[in-house]
């Protein structure tokens, strides 16, 4: 745990002054990139419900920045995902990822591998729900 405090230490001041000059560049979208690897280094650390609050959150800096349909945007919705199948959230997990995908295919292309992963991740809810013909 120790050696996440300095880093997560690090990325929250960077966040903050981010926060707090929205408007100054990228701000808006560099906070919710800051917020997604503040979050990732929670889960790191084992507090996945700090970590399930700041990818919701940076998903709505991404949102707010670049709009609703911004691939930025669907990797934070992807993290959100992951976290909702683990704890046993199926039908959030599957809501997400929905909306990921979407938001993937619409940017990147059906063919994209960030479109095949989301599908992987709803295959896994789908299978572990029992529906294999879904998944």
Sequence with gaps: AGEYREALRQLEVVAD???RRPNRADNKFLAGMTLHNIAVVHLLDGNDDEALRLFGEAAE???AAFGPEHPA???SLDEIGIQYFARERPDDALRVFTEARKIR?????Q???K?????SNMGCVYFQQGR???A
């Design 17 to 19: 002054d981010q926060k």
């Design 61 to 63: 800096l991404k949102k």
């Design 73 to 75: 945007v669907a990797e």
């Design 105 to 109: 295919i619409n940017s990147l292309g």
């Design 111 to 113: 063919d994209h591998p």
């Design 115 to 119: 479109v095949a992963l989301v599908l």
């Design 132 to 134: 294999h013909d879904m």
